[in-house]
């Protein structure tokens, strides 16, 4: 049995073995385990029940993990996305006043598409639509959206009517536990302790505790706590809101998220083909699509490829068996539902601030001294957080990526489909603006 196994996931032609593929596994769960008490803080914003969206952030992980590691055979864990579920909670819920059962409709509807069009080979064709440096910027975007949300939970940023923003107080008690946070989670991660960010939020989680900050009550959880957000979708509300701008951010935002996991985690396994093609393409994005679908059934927001399982391939993972290993841990940790309430907004904030900076690693990536790349680089990057919208800073990149080209006479024809993508974008803020 174990050298079918083996033969499948290609052990020999990979070089590895079962023990180096569990460690790698355990590794990518640890720095990727922050999710299981980040994700339900945010998605809880919206009035989901805390301890459903937990489960389903657990079982939704471990569906979408197991099953990238047997269809795709990668070594590529998938839980809900950080950014995806901010623009679900503070965009769609909060500001736009749509109840969480129709943006999870919303969720579904994605994800459907997501199946389709992947299916009929069109979103490998928007994937290589899309300038490379715009995936940069908005990854970046994302990560200054996130941190954005990671100082106001802090207290350390707080409404201003005089300058929109400012300065918290700093003495507050959840402002220097936050801080505090911070810098142990960063201390750990330059002494590349794995699951740095566990270990922050759980320390300072123990800190509040001892110190009388906390005020909890237990709450069910486990697989019993799903009831509450399993299956309670209202795709139908989704459809009569109109809400396919919400459908098309989550759609498009995942598959840049997409784009930058594969090629980061393929480069450093050493998986990409000679020709600079991803192998079994079409079986990843269907496990990402799958993946959504059923997060969007369970309750919670859109399930995407985690760039932290590059710490598990720097640990020698290598085939589909790592991604596997993740996801029966975060099927076991289904269990710490009803704990999670304990974890004060101090806690999570600094997860959320220091994810956000790792994220903008890609701002490199981008060409700064070429003005046709830096300004709809530089929109999309400055707009997603002062606009509090990915769609927003998306949307400006692309328009002006696809004007700039035009006015200068740098128009390609094999570039058709991202001027279509730039109409789109137009239309709905010429629709914004008239509503």
Known sequence: ???????????????????????????????????????????????????????????????????????????????????????????????????????????????????????????????????????????????????????????????????LVGLGNIRNPTAILASLGLILMVALEVKKVRGSILIGVLSITAIAWALGLVHWTPAPGGFHALAATAFQLDIRGALNKGLLEIVFVFF????????????????????????HSIPRLNRILFADATATVFGSLTGTSTVTSYVESTAGVMAGGRSGVTAIVTGLLFLGAIGAAPFVGIVPPAATAPALILVGSLMLATITEIRWTDPLVAVPSFLTLVLIPLTYSIANGLGFGIIAWAVLHLATGKFRRQDWLLYILAILFLARFIYLGAS
């Not at 990518?28 to 937990?54: D, E």
């Not at 992947?118 to 899309?130: F, K, P």
């Not at 450093?268 to 000679?274: C, D, E, Q, V």
């Open 1 to 163: 049995m174990l050298k079918h196994l083996e033969s499948y996931f290609e052990f020999s032609r990979l070089g590895t073995n079962w023990r180096t593929e569990i460690l790698a596994g355990v590794t990518t769960f640890l720095t990727m385990a922050y999710i299981v008490l980040v994700n339900p803080a945010i998605l809880s914003a919206s009035g989901m029940p805390l301890a459903a969206v937990t489960a389903a952030t657990c079982l939704s992980a471990a569906f979408g993990s197991i099953l990238m590691g047997i269809v795709a055979r990668y070594p590529i864990a998938l839980a809900p996305g950080m950014g995806l579920n901010a623009y679900f909670t503070y965009t769609v819920c909060l500001k736009m006043h749509i109840p969480w059962q129709t943006a999870l409709g919303a969720v579904f509807l994605s994800g459907v598409i997501f199946l389709a069009l992947t299916a009929a080979g069109i979103r490998q064709m928007i994937l290589r639509s899309i300038p490379h440096e715009l995936y940069a910027a908005v990854a970046s975007g994302i990560g200054l959206f996130i941190a954005f949300i990671g100082f106001r939970n802090a207290g350390l940023v707080i409404g201003d009517p005089a300058t």
């Open 252 to 275: 498009f935002v995942d598959l840049f998220d997409n784009l930058g996991t594969l090629v980061a985690v393929t480069k450093r396994a050493g998986l990409i083909s000679a020709d």
